[in-house]
């Protein structure tokens, strides 16, 4: 199939944007499984070819390097494609379910079928795979998407405007450059399905633009995410994952650990393992260390700045505006009332509170609203019980932290306060297709059973009502035959 190249604008005639790429949604074009392969193909292609650019670009944005950015974004986005490649035939088929003997003989099955023109927005700490993460779902389930990447992470934005035109099928994707006001403009269309990447601020002005249409909503919010390190935890490992999935991207990651709960016993041996682990990482001046970020922005600088003053400093707290830097930072004494324990870090300051015992952590977690992970460090399997059965958070992992987006299997994704909906893989296939149920019934039996005058028959209608459940077990004795219908 020839794939034309896709549009890149910045106008704000989206009314005709949108209708193009509905007309075209429309004609069918998207929904066949070689539509969708082609396009996941050239987009894996276009990662390949120019993923100096993209390194380039997030350096520029982030100041991330290779390895990271080969981890999050670059390469992890071709692998993401060949995952959906390698499954989505299976993903595609339509689901056999029994029907009830009162409506013998017909068959019935879900087909996934595709929504139409969905809208991805995205945000900047993970500026590839933020937006094209999504668009990968979308493609997978046979749609018609715009991206709207965000403006903070320019250089890796402008680098997606100019390729995804020249790799992608023009008719069915776009890229919108812009900030608040062209989104605004976005978010006024109609459209048949909204990706959010965000904060849960603006996460509500897009639920009601969405409203205004009933357009169903993926939120990928953020939020506080619980570490809690038993006394049982490997102390050692633990520091080092916390500290990995806390300061990569200097802790601007949504999934990063918000704050850790340690237990008073091994609190000390903790903070040492940790400091360690910091100075292992990142050396004694991290400023020098090519592997650590800088601060998005200067807002969010001092926005983060304003915060080190939540507890006393134990490790870090050097910072150093001119170049947006802030050391990993490490809080104690602080106090859950502190500005630090408000809202969403989403920086380089981990504050690490005592708790004596475990239902302290799970009458903590549980005051504060649903994060988007919960990270648990124990060896103690009754205690992990406990913990995971009486929590909840959009995802979990026990004796490691901040990983869960990037397994393709995993309903990646927020509840509550922290979002809505679940992506990657099969998942994000499901989200952006209608499970539409359809019944096939043949026309040769039509008994008058169900019909009215409802005083006939109704000894034999509630017989018939009641053999309803031996439906499923007469498909079984009959095999994998099928009654024939007349279609
Ligand atoms: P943000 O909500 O400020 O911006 C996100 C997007 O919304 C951008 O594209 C921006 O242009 C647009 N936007 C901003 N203000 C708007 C308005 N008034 N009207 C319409 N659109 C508007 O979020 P951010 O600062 O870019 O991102 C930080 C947040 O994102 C954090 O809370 C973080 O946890 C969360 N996040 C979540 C995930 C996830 O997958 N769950 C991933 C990354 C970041």
Not at 327 to 350: K, W
Request: proline letters at 6%.
């Amino acid at each position: 199939m020839a794939v034309e190249p896709a549009s890149s604008m910045s106008t704000p005639d989206f009314g005709a944007l949108v209708a193009r790429h509905r007309n075209y949604f429309l004609s069918g074009a998207t929904r066949s499984a070689e539509w969708r392969k082609t396009q996941l193909i050239a987009l894996r292609s276009m990662m390949k070819d120019h993923a100096e650019e993209f390194y380039a670009a997030l350096w520029t944005d982030l100041r991330r390097n290779r390895t990271d950015a080969d981890w999050t974004d670059v390469k992890y986005m071709t692998s993401e494609i060949d995952h959906v490649l390698a499954h989505l035939r299976r993903w595609m088929k339509p689901l056999a379910v029994s029907t009830p003997l009162v409506l013998t003989p017909s068959h019935t099955q879900v087909q996934f079928d595709p929504l139409g023109v969905g809208l991805i927005i995205g945000t900047w700490n993970y500026p590839v795979m933020m937006v094209l993460s999504a668009l990968v779902s979308a493609i997978s389930a046979g749609n018609a998407a715009v991206i709207k990447p965000s403006e903070v992470s320019l250089a890796t934005a402008e680098v997606i405007a100019r390729l995804v035109p020249e790799y992608l099928d023009r008719n069915a994707f776009s890229v919108v450059l812009g900030a608040v006001p062209e989104t605004t403009a976005l978010l006024e269309q109609q459209w048949d399905h909204i990706f959010f990447t965000g904060g849960s601020t603006v996460a509500k002005v897009v639920m009601t633009a969405a409203a205004k249409h009933l357009t169903p909503v993926v939120l990928e919010l953020g939020g506080k995410n619980p570490t809690i390190v038993h006394s049982s935890a490997n102390l050692r490992v633990a520091a080092h994952r916390i500290a990995y999935g806390r300061w990569f991207n200097s802790g601007q990651t949504c999934t990063a650990p918000d704050y850790v709960l340690v237990f008073k016993d091994v609190a000390k041996a903790f903070l040492g393992h940790l400091k360690e682990t910091l100075l292992q990482f990142y050396g004694e001046d991290p400023q020098k260390s090519p592997d650590y970020g800088r601060i998005a922005s200067s807002h969010h600088f001092d926005r983060l700045t304003k915060l080190l003053s939540s507890g006393t400093i134990f490790h870090g707290g050097q910072h150093d505006g001119t170049d947006r830097f802030i050391a990993p930072t490490v809080l104690v004494n602080v106090s859950p009332d502190s500005p630090a324990m408000q809202e969403e870090i989403f920086g380089p300051i981990l504050p690490v509170l005592e708790v004596a015992d475990v239902r302290e952590v799970i009458d903590f977690v549980n005051a504060r609203p649903s994060p988007l992970g919960l990270y648990l460090f124990s060896d103690d399997r009754s205690v992990t019980k406990q913990i995971l059965n009486s929590t909840t958070s959009g995802d979990a992992c026990v004796n490691d932290c901040t990983l869960q987006p990037i397994l393709h299997d995993l309903p990646f994704g927020g509840v509550g306060n922290s979002g809505m909906g679940k992506y990657h893989g099969e998942w994000g296939f499901r989200t952006y297709t209608n499970a539409r149920g359809v019944l096939y019934h043949s026309t040769r039996l039509d008994s008058a059973v169900r019909y009215p005058p409802y005083d006939r028959n109704q000894r034999l209608r509630e017989f018939v009502l009641k053999s309803a459940s031996m439906a499923p077990k007469l498909r079984a004795s009959l095999g994998s035959y099928r009654i024939p219908l007349d279609s």
